[in-house]
């Protein structure tokens, strides 16, 4: 996997990101998901390379990414020092521009990313997310006990954590095996990788305190924007669109977004225009 990109590890706000990168058009940065690390884009990034320079990452506690010692208000996990992370990587390849294909975890920073940094953004794509803020005002029963993981590490240390460390293998087969298409979706090599990452030290940590974040600081952030009648800022040389798969967050039974039932029956994308 990623034979012809160069792996490069680069100075963050607060620690080393890991990095790939390959390609000569326009930048484009990729972003995984949980517990999944930057081997999950295996499969399109070569493609993408052929007419992007693709720029993939390991979010900051995932993959070979550093672990970040958190604080009582979850400021170093939350998404707003995440998207920092990203600039600072974009920075080092020689980017103050780049477009964002982001998926799960990865698409909150990336919409974080967006709001906050909208110069640096120039197109923006976020696979299977609802807005962190609907998911937790509107979450339904079916949605709980679909990403019950959510729940669980948003909950106070040390056991959640305790948990995840007497098996880490085991609870990345059992979050990403219980999914509608089962653990036969993942290629073995990539299985293998999230596997090994799982069992780095400060991982359950790491994991733990960005979902913590989500459930706090992030929530505050959100409801500051929307008191303030913040946006997504768009163009029409600036888009953001929002595609989510069938079984997906935004378009489960139940689904805590009020777009899931259309885009349930698109099955397909919706888009955020320019209000």
Sequence with gaps: MFEDFV?????????????????????????????????????VAAELAKVFTVVVMDLRGYGDSTRVTSDPEYHAYSKRAMA??????????????????????????????????PDVVQRLMLVDIAPTLAIYDNTSHAFARAYWHWFFLMQPPPLPEALIESGPVRYVCSVMGKRQAGLTAFAPAALAEYERCAQIPGTAMSSCEDYRASATIDLVHDRTDVAAGHRLAQSDSISTCCVSGGNGPATCRGAAYPVGAALRKKRQRYCWRKP
């Design 7 to 43: 792996s490069c590890d680069v100075k963050g706000p607060t620690g080393v990101l890991r990095t790939l990168r390959s390609g000569r058009g326009a930048p484009l940065l990729l972003l995984h998901g949980h517990p999944q690390t930057h081997v999950m884009c295996h499969a």
């Design 84 to 117: 920092l992370d990203t600039v600072a990587v974009m920075h080092h390849h020689g980017f103050d521009g780049f477009q964002v294909l982001a998926h799960d975890r990865g698409a909150r920073v990336a919409h974080r990313l967006a709001a906050d940094h």
